[in-house]
């Protein structure tokens, strides 16, 4: 007989999405649930997700961490007050460099605050949570409501190519029928994804930020229009201004140019093993919730070292299940859910930092193996 869902278990479900969803299929727990609840529990495995939802719960991991999250903000401002420090004080081109490289660090380290506090992991307080994230905002220039929007589909629907927006882009193909609808410049990339992967990555801050201010000037969606499009106005002023005043032109430009490409380089391979390679799924595929966050995920074996280089997403099988729990507690829960996904036959993905970046490499060879085969082809006829 299936179980109906206890209500802190459909809170959770619907803390896929983050604050403020727009989307029907989820809204967070301080929103009206009453009308969405039943649509959430329908499309779950109800029994499954509420046996371990409770597990989870009984073991303590959903409980906030206050001080966990106050050493986070401390260490993450000191890391930048270094970096600001290096910046003021150095005249080495070659420090400048490195501090660049640094500060990408600093830059995707504040970026998984930002991230936490709008899966509200930090605190109950739907208020205080988006005051860091519009702190992050400011800080690194990535818009508040657009990643929302995306980030809320990206939960709802993981590796759907149908919704998903994150296995929808322009330069890169997942299946081999989107590696054939390519055209253009589009199609010569995907046809040597595996190759341009690496170097496309150092563009993806500059691809988030573009997206952002499109978003933002479409209007649609956007819940703090003026405060949101302040912070661009203000971290512009604030980054060009300091740094051009501070270096000399040319090493400006080189330092902007290595922070950058160091800032995107460092998110996209973060974001890339998270789902890239894993199971594809449709609008018209079938599966509970439990098993499409889990199969179409891939955790990075957790170590202290590789919780903070990936900022706790690589448990990132446990942290779709599990949205609001605290970063600090994803590793504590891998071996539960790992335990009870195998009692019910669900294969729970892990492994280690090189072999996920081959896993995805030789997925996108392989999908855009067509592409080059008709350009060989082509090449033989000439």
Known sequence: MRQRLPLVC????????????????????????????????????????????????????????????AWKFVSTASMLGASIWLLVTADALWVHLLNAVFLGVVFTNIGFLGHDAGHRQ??????????????VNLLILLDRSWWIDKHNRHHAHPNDLDRDRDVDLPFIAFTEDVAKSKRGIYRWVVRYQAFCMYPMMMLEALSLRMDGFQYLLRGKNVKYMF???????????????AVFYLLEPLHAVLF??????????????????????????????KLDFLRQQVLTARNIRSNPLTDFVY?????????????????????????????????????????GILESQKEILQHLHQVSAPLRRSSSRVLNKS
Do not use: W
């Open 122 to 135: 930090m605190f109950r307080s739907g208020r205080k949570n988006e005051i860091v994230l519009f702190f």
């Open 311 to 351: 900022g706790g997403l690589n448990n990132q099988i446990e942290h779709h299940l599990f949205p609001t729990m605290p970063r600090n507690k994803l590793r504590k829960a891998n071996k539960l859910v790992t335990a009870f996904c195998a009692e019910r036959g669900i294969t729970c993905h892990h492994t």
């Open 227 to 241: 405060a949101e499009s302040a912070c661009v106005v203000l971290h512009l002023i604030l980054y060009f201004g």
């Open 10 to 69: 459909v809170q959770t479900l619907e803390a896929a999405t983050i604050l403020n969803p727009t989307l029907p299929t989820a809204t967070p727990a301080s929103d009206g649930l009453t009308s969405r609840r039943e649509s959430s529990a329908q499309r779950v495995d109800q029994s499954d997700y509420a046996e371990l939802y409770r597990l989870v719960s009984g073991a303590g991991l959903l409980d906030k961490q206050p001080l966990y999250y």
């Open 256 to 285: 902007i140019l290595v922070h950058q490409a160091t800032t995107g380089f460092y998110m996209a391979n973060v974001f890339a093993p998270n789902h890239k390679g894993m199971l594809l799924v449709s609008k018209d595929t």
